[in-house]
């Protein structure tokens, strides 16, 4: 599986857009984005995952750059309840490998 | 949602003892996964199912042994626990699809062995 660079923590305003990034530079051609986060040590929680597009569901959207070597999770309005570790995962296995993410704290 | 449930949630147990740490989904997901994560640390997989009566070992090496004999179970067994497998225990389910392969998890067990 390609490698994942995340930053190690970011800060966003309770109400604000959050957008977390992730660089996957090796990433091939059929290996898939995931994103999952981790709420205070709950279990991993899916968020969204691409292939080449950009996705959107209830919860976020994905914008995967064109050459696949970079993606953004956003996070339209985030809220308290956002605060987690986020994860950004390639991979085109069944298995999926949990690096340390990104902690993301949520302010009012 | 996700439907899959891991018992106990909460377990301290005193060196020696066997445990069984259970998992079962509800979903009919082939694939199951046992993922270890100490607090604060990161998610390491121990071992996962690519259906009945496969087992495979993870990236991290574990004492512990799992069977699949249904779809829907997938217990982890610690013949006899030691403080050093004091840790969070985290069961997971998936299935392919032609749009990837999303992976649903329990709640997870906490195991503290004194």
């Known amino acids: 599986d390609a490698k994942t660079t995340q930053p190690p923590s970011m800060d966003c305003a309770e109400g604000r857009a959050a957008n977390l990034p992730c660089n996957h530079s090796?990433?091939?051609?059929?290996?898939?984005v995931y994103w999952y986060r981790q709420i205070h040590s709950q279990g991993p929680q899916y968020i969204i995952h691409?292939?080449?597009n950009n996705e959107t569901n209830e919860m976020a959207s994905l914008i995967i750059t064109e050459d696949r070597k970079s993606s953004t999770l956003i996070l339209p309005h985030a809220t308290l309840r956002d605060t987690a570790v986020y994860y950004c995962?390639?991979?085109?296995?069944?298995?999926?490998?949990f690096g340390a993410g990104t902690t993301v704290t949520v302010r009012a | 949602e996700a439907d899959i449930y891991q018992t106990p949630r909460y377990l301290v147990i005193g060196t020696g003892k066997k445990i069984t740490l259970e998992c079962s989904q509800t979903?009919?997901?082939?694939?199951m996964y046992w993922y270890q994560q100490d607090p604060g640390m990161e998610l390491h997989l121990i071992h996962y199912s690519y259906g009945v009566n496969s087992t495979e070992k993870g990236d991290l090496s574990s004492e512990s042994t799992v069977s699949r004999i249904r779809t829907e179970h997938f217990p982890l067994t610690l013949e006899s626990a030691r403080p050093s497998h004091t840790s969070q225990y985290l069961c997971?389910?998936?299935?392919?699809?032609?749009?990837?392969?999303?992976?649903?998890f329990g709640e997870g067990s906490w195991l503290t062995v004194v």
């Open positions: 995962i390639v991979s085109n296995d069944y298995k999926l490998s």
């Open positions: 090796t990433i091939s051609g059929n290996e898939y």
């Open positions: 691409g292939l080449k």
């Open positions: 997971a389910s998936s299935e392919w699809t032609f749009s990837g392969n999303t992976i649903y």
């Open positions: 979903m009919g997901h082939d694939k």
